[in-house]
């Protein structure tokens, strides 16, 4: 693409950045060129005329000339260059909408602000930059071009030969270790032998025989001495080897031919043979002779717990017991066990949502009856542990060939260009500062941990043995690399348990550079994806622009990273990251600073003392920038409950060093949460963030390592039950009645594509109908004409899992104006259902998708998964306590699924059966769903923590809002204090729990709230809209448009700071949403907030 040169020439900026330049330009002829999003090497030109957007495609040729993809009979005109074309279509009647008059030049905010970076902190490359290690290439992973060098030598007259070179080398080198006969070897092979290998490669052979004789020559003694070494370490290793089983597989037989391919084979063997005896002597030493046959990494945990007998309290101690599967109750700590359950007789542990210390246990006797015992532990932190305890045995046990949550850890540090301390252990075990684990899980290892760094000093081999070496200590296992990526100083690294080395597949790194001019790779983002089974994984590393004031430039960086960042599967070429995963997982260094005058410096201090976090996070910028959709749209953030992470003075975290000298004068860097780390999820999938803190004794760096933790739903590779090669036509996923209302002046027509792995491939729609919407928007509908889709497989067990990606295109330019995503989780089949998701684009919300779906499964039932085992409850006044639950599909209707099997299903039957008058609110799976345009409406707890104090949720808007909801974090819970703590509660928005993103029902049930007459209706109608003449020009400029949105209630005031007493009384007082009118009704594809369930209350 040719270098930027005319100011018309726009480059890489967003389609609605292009609408939004003209609109303000608002002359008829106003005209720019920007890349095209969906044709590489193409341009699109952008005219205004009578104030909506034509948009031409300017193709390239075999050639590379430039042609405008004209109107039917309008002669095809070609052109060397892009001033060329311009010039032409500055002519009148020459086939555009008009002639081109005005153009629009780059706005001098983009072309000033990077020359602004602080060129002080830019960093060169290490002089030898350190490969990546060969198991992280991945099928599409992007390999930066080496780069010119600077100062070429100027030709030489005569150039010496290859061998001549050679030889001067070895002639420079240190050869008096080497035998005589090894070095005559190799002088022979530069003066002869070295051309005859090279005619072999001219002649188009791979094959260097010469050479291959040369290094067996070479190898001839090391091969004997393998050969006669290798027995001895095999037998040392069967003496150690824990399975001690009787028949041991023999050795595979190497030839005993000394050749290099024979020799590589047995050194490698050589090599593994002794790690795997270090190993296994370890193993052997830490666990004794008496556990041959599993190594124990869980060992037993004892919890101190409280019951009631007849309303005397008493004191019963828990021993969860992992290995053996049993949960033990004893009277004292040392005594005799008083009765123990396995872990299939375990059906349910229930969290008190009001009593963050309580626990519910439902068992199953002898007599299959069901028994309720109610624990109180000492904190929320140890219950907490002793649920993720719990939940590892049921996970152990399961006869499941496969998970269904895995356990994700995410840290992230700046590490100052200083090595690390000796010991960091202390980040991989969640503890410092902040939501932190119980001691009780530190036995429990993650399945995967994602590392990021930034300002990283050492070479990659180096810091991955680190890595694997403290991995080692704390959880006693060698974990596999997956991938490890370098850009400059930015890397991530991802490791994963052994047993998971067959799960992981399609691994893919790439990297963005955001510095200088966005070609220096100082400031950047380095990616990992990969599949684990069925679900797709994104992990994104980011160190963006630094200083408080470079704010907008932080903003451009993520939405350049999101632009051009390659991860995940290439066939979803019209949607970014953001809706490629599963999952996505955002870290790193991301600089957003607290944007305070420098003179509060130590006012800002004397608050960080005081823990009164929440007065600063109310200027954190990321907070604030997200609560006005301009970065991480639609991206959650657990709370923050730590103290700010930058710029500390070195070795010690009792002190912020916020001032630097420089030579412009002195600069400040005042106390931020610089690192974070954020998370994306498709609607309707199991996510909770179980940690979110920083480490207290990582002290090399001026910044401290941030860590989170989270509990992840993820599906098999589902393989149908009909065999293979059969049909599988029972299933069919239909959408009625859509339309999508658009942020847009473009005059153009639309069409929808849908992409799924459900499907075979993508399919795309017939053009849909424009009509000219309220509010200056453009609402394009689809009627009936939909196609219907066809699954690979109709299992509801399957099917139900999956989700619908929607890109809504333009017919003229073949560009996406907005994707959205839909769950198929839904509550009926056979039955229409309203549909809602937000439509984004390159991170910018440009509109809305609406109508019904209709999805036909094949006969059979949804299984329970592994992580609804551990559920909340809302505590009733009266104590009446039972399981409810509530689906996506309808906040206020309850839903019991037909057929349900396991553990659960047998719960809820003989709960109905014996309570059947006793009906308590029960939620499930708090944070089960993505910050989004919904308010949350369900508190968020959290152990030991600042979260459990909560202010009534504000009425919930119609969908059409879609700002996220962001709540800014109270003030930590001071240690040792149980119950509640001291907080000031601040009337911004900040990350609570979310329903998922949902589908709304048209039951009875719902009531709408006041302010708005239409918020319960599921859908709306043609005929209910104001009528408006269709395809008439847009009249409000783009700045206009971006404030509007579909009707909604007047919004509340925010709430007042209230008292801790006041406070406390609202918490004590449970809520029945039973006849709450403040739930959402608009049905958007993600539970914004909500059901309670799994999650780590702390």
């Known amino acids: 693409m040719p270098a930027m040169g005319p100011g018309w020439n726009h480059g890489n900026i967003t389609r609605s950045k292009a609408e939004e330049l003209l609109s303000r330009a608002g002359k008829d002829g106003s005209f720019l060129v920007r890349a095209s999003e969906s044709i590489p090497r193409a341009y699109a030109l952008c005219v205004l005329f009578r104030n909506c957007v034509y948009t031409y495609r300017i193709l390239p040729n075999e050639d590379d000339e430039f042609t405008v993809q004209a109107s039917e009979g309008v002669p095809m005109r070609f052109f060397t260059k892009l001033d060329q074309l311009i010039e032409f279509y500055k002519k009148e009647n020459m086939g555009l909408v008009t002639h081109l008059q005005y ?248 969290k008190s949502q009001k009593f963050l210390n309580k626990l519910v246990i439902l068992v199953e006797t002898e007599k299959e009856k069901i028994l309720r015992k109610e624990y109180v532990f000492a904190d929320s932190k140890k219950r907490e542990g002793f649920c993720q305890l719990l939940q590892q045995m049921k996970n152990k046990h399961s006869e499941q060939p496969e998970p269904d949550m895995i356990t994700i850890f995410i840290g992230t540090w700046n590490m100052g260009n200083a090595p690390p301390p000796k010991k960091i252990t202390s980040w991989f075990l969640s503890k410092g500062q902040g939501k932190t684990r119980d001691d009780s899980a530190d036995y429990i290892p993650h399945d995967i941990y994602v590392i990021g760094t930034q300002e990283d000093p050492l070479g990659e081999k180096e810091w991955l043995e680190i890595l694997k070496h403290s991995l080692q200590e704390v959880t006693s296992m060698t974990f596999k690399t997956v991938a490890i990526h370098t850009l400059w100083n930015i890397r991530i690294v991802v490791l994963a348990k052994p047993e998971h080395e067959n799960r992981i597949s399609h691994i893919c790194t790439d990297n963005v550079k955001t510095g200088i001019a966005n070609t220096l790779g100082n400031k950047g983002a380095v990616g990992v994806s990969f599949m684990f089974n069925g679900t797709s994984l994104g992990f994104v590393n980011s160190h963006l622009t630094s200083g408080s004031e470079k704010k907008l430039r932080r903003n451009q960086n993520y939405m350049n990273i999101l632009r051009f960042l390659a991860l995940g599967d290439k066939k979803l070429s019209p949607f970014n990251i953001t809706h490629r995963f599963t999952h996505l997982f955002w870290l790193g260094d991301l600089n957003y600073r607290v944007e305070l005058p420098t003179w509060e410096a130590e006012t800002i201090i004397q608050k960080i003392k005081q823990q009164q976090y929440s007065d600063l996070l109310a200027h954190d910028q990321l907070l604030l920038e997200r609560k006005e959709q301009k970065v991480f749209l639609h991206f959650e953030e657990e709370e923050i409950t730590f103290a700010p992470t930058y710029r500390f003075e070195r070795l010690t975290r009792d002190k912020y060093a916020y001032t630097k000298q420089k030579a412009t004068g002195m600069k400040y860097n005042l106390p931020s949460w610089c690192d974070r780390v954020l998370w994306k999820s498709y609607p309707l999938v199991h ?63 639309f069409y929808l594509e849908f992409h799924s792995s459900c499907l075979e491939s993508f399919v795309k729609s017939q053009e849909g109908e424009n009509e000219e919407g309220s509010e200056g928007e453009l609402v394009v509908r689809f009627g009936e004409t939909l196609p219907k889709l066809k699954p690979i497989i109709s299992d509801p067990e399957y099917l139900l899992d999956q989700h619908i990606l929607i890109s809504i295109k333009s017919s003229d330019s073949d560009e996406s104006y907005g994707e959205g995503c839909i769950a198929l989780h839904l509550e009926t089949t056979e039955t229409q259902l309203p549909i809602y998701t ?160 949902f589908t709304c029902s048209s039951s009875a049930e719902g009531k709408v709230p006041s302010g708005d007459k239409n918020q319960g209706k599921p859908k709306t109608s043609a005929s209910t809209q104001a009528p408006v003449p269709a395809k008439r020009p847009i009249k409000p400029s783009r700045s206009e448009m971006s404030q509007q949105t579909t009707p909604i209630p007047a919004p509340r005031p925010p709430l007042p700071v209230k008292s801790p007493a006041v406070l406390q009384l609202q918490h004590s007082k449970s809520r029945d949403y039973r006849d709450n009118t403040e739930l959402p009704h608009h049905g958007k594809h993600r539970h914004e907030e909500g059901l309670l369930g799994r999650t780590a209350m702390q």
Not at 315 to 325: C, F, N, P
């Open 103 to 350: 153009p629009v030049p780059l706005e001098e905010e983009d072309t000033i602000d990077e020359a602004e970076e602080d060129t002080e902190s830019v960093m060169s490359p290490p002089e030898l930059p350190p490969r990546n290690i060969p198991v992280s290439s991945g099928p599409c992973e992007a390999k930066d071009p080496p780069l010119p060098l600077e100062n070429p030598r100027a030709p030489e007259v005569t150039r010496p030969s290859l061998s001549e070179t050679l030889f001067q080398r070895l002639q420079s080198m240190d050869t008096s270790g080497l035998a005589e006969e090894h070095l005559k070897a190799i002088q022979d092979y530069l003066s002869t032998q070295l051309a005859l290998d090279a005619d072999f490669l001219k002649t188009g052979s791979s094959n260097l025989p010469h050479l291959k004789k040369l290094t067996s020559l070479l190898c001839k003694e090391l091969h004997g001495e393998v050969v006669r070494t290798l027995p001895s370490l095999e037998s040392l290793q069967r003496l150690f080897d824990q399975q001690l089983s009787p028949g041991l597989r023999p050795r595979p037989q190497v030839p005993s031919e000394a050749n290099p391919i024979n020799m590589v084979a047995k050194l490698s063997q050589l090599t593994s043979l002794l790690s795997s005896i270090e190993d296994k002597v370890k193993a052997l030493l830490h666990e004794g002779p008496e556990s041959p046959n599993r190594r124990s990494l869980i060992p037993p945990v004892t919890f101190e717990v409280k019951s009631e007998s007849l309303g005397i309290p008493q004191k019963m101690h828990l021993k969860v017991d992992v290995e053996s599967g049993k949960l033990i109750i004893k009277k004292s700590k040392d005594g005799s066990e008083d009765k123990f359950y396995s872990h299939k007789k375990i059906l349910q542990l229930i």
């Open 687 to 749: 996510v909770v963030c179980q940690s979110y803190g920083s480490t207290s004794d990582i002290m090399t760096s001026d910044h401290s390592p941030v860590f989170a933790t989270f509990e992840a739903g993820v599906t098999s590779q589902f393989v149908s039950k009909n065999g293979p090669g059969t049909v599988d036509s029972q299933g069919q996923i239909e959408f009625l009645a859509c339309y999508a209302t658009l942020k847009t002046k473009s005059q153009t027509k």
């Open 838 to 997: 937000p439509l984004t684009h390159h991170g910018e919300m440009t509109g809305h998708f609406r109508g019904e779906i209709k999805l036909q499964t094949s006969q059979g039932k949804m299984r329970e998964k592994l992580y609804d085992f551990v559920k909340t409850e809302r505590d009733e006044a009266s104590g009446m306590k039972c399981l409810k639950n509530l689906t996506s599909h309808d906040p206020v209707k309850q839903w019991e699924p037909a057929g349900r099997s396991g553990d659960l299903g047998k719960v809820e039957a003989l709960l109905q059966e014996d309570l059947q008058l006793t009906k308590p609110e029960m939620f499930e799976n708090p944070l089960y769903g993505s910050v989004s345009s919904f308010p949350k409406v369900v508190p968020r707890k959290e152990q030991e923590s600042p979260k459990m104090l909560r202010k009534e949720p504000p009425p919930c808007p119609d969908p059409g809002i879609s700002s996220p909801s962001i709540l800014l974090p109270k003030v930590q819970e001071v240690e040792g204090v149980k119950g509640t703590s001291k907080q000031v509660p601040v009337p911004v928005f900040g990350p609570t729990p979310r329903m998922r993103s």
